[in-house]
């Protein structure tokens, strides 16, 4: 039985302005793979579905001010897709995946990891790292959505987020949300994934 002095109020959904451009510093807050069905297969109806494994990684800034002069530590950045491997191009380089990795390292991936490969071992013991990122805001029909366009190791590390932050800044799956007094509607749309 549901005790009767439970009230479920009504909260609308949150929107953030898109941070402005910019260099942060952020901790890595979280890092997730799934597999999503490829580009290819989507297109070709009739045959066999092939899957590839998409990395998801969030970060939360830890200093930054928005235009009004509003704190930005706490906001979220995401990258959510990252090939699940390691290349260099002869055209851009290193890949996204080499580049967060050694940004969050502060150092280059040595030729011996780079023969044993990354797991998820090592992706996860990245979590809780700082790391600087240049961000772009760019535009999708009519929003407008932060993106990470280089990534930069930390000279100095800033105070980490506390348990509490961290909490307020990750974000529940639709699956995952739960309802209870202190939660936070998320406006999904804003939600880059």
Same mark, same amino acid.
């Given at each position: 039985?549901? %005790?009767?002095?439970?009230?479920?109020?009504?909260?609308?959904?949150?929107?953030?302005?898109?941070?402005?451009?910019?260099?942060?510093?952020?901790?890595?807050?979280?890092?997730?793979?799934?597999? %999503?069905?490829?580009?290819?297969?989507?297109?070709?109806?009739?045959?066999?579905?092939?899957?590839?494994?998409?990395?998801?990684?969030?970060?939360? =800034?830890?200093?930054?001010?928005?235009?009004? *002069?509003?704190?930005?530590? *706490?906001?979220? !950045?995401?990258?959510?897709?990252?090939?699940?491997? =390691?290349?260099?191009?002869?055209?851009? *380089?290193?890949?996204?995946?080499?580049?967060?990795?050694?940004?969050?390292?502060?150092?280059?991936?040595?030729?011996?990891?780079?023969?044993? *490969?990354?797991?998820?071992? !090592?992706?996860?013991?990245? !979590?809780?790292?700082?790391?600087?990122?240049?961000?772009?805001?760019?535009?999708?029909?009519?929003?407008?959505?932060?993106?990470?366009?280089?990534?930069?190791?930390?000279?100095?590390? =800033?105070?980490?987020?506390?348990?509490?932050?961290?909490?307020?800044?990750?974000?529940?799956?639709?699956?995952?949300?739960?309802?209870?007094?202190?939660?936070?509607? !998320?406006?999904?749309?804003?939600?880059?994934?």
């Amino acid at each position: 039985m549901i %005790n009767t002095d439970l009230k479920i109020e009504r909260k609308e959904a949150q929107e953030f302005d898109p941070l402005p451009e910019n260099v942060y510093q952020v901790e890595l807050l979280d890092v997730n793979s799934s597999e %999503n069905e490829t580009y290819d297969s989507k297109q070709k109806n009739n045959e066999e579905k092939q899957y590839e494994t998409i990395f998801e990684f969030q970060y939360t =800034l830890l200093a930054g001010k928005d235009k009004k *002069g509003e704190d930005l530590r *706490g906001r979220n !950045i995401w990258d959510n897709f990252v090939p699940a491997y =390691l290349y260099i191009s002869r055209k851009t *380089g290193k890949n996204k995946l080499y580049r967060i990795i050694e940004s969050l390292l502060g150092r280059e991936i040595a030729p011996e990891e780079e023969a044993s *490969g990354i797991d998820a071992k !090592i992706l996860n013991s990245l !979590i809780g790292k700082q790391m600087r990122v240049a961000t772009e805001n760019v535009e999708k029909k009519d929003k407008v959505f932060t993106k990470v366009k280089t990534y930069y190791a930390v000279d100095t590390i =800033l105070e980490s987020l506390t348990t509490e932050e961290k909490i307020k800044a990750t974000v529940k799956k639709k699956d995952e949300k739960k309802v209870d007094e202190d939660s936070e509607v !998320i406006d999904e749309k804003n939600i880059p994934f």
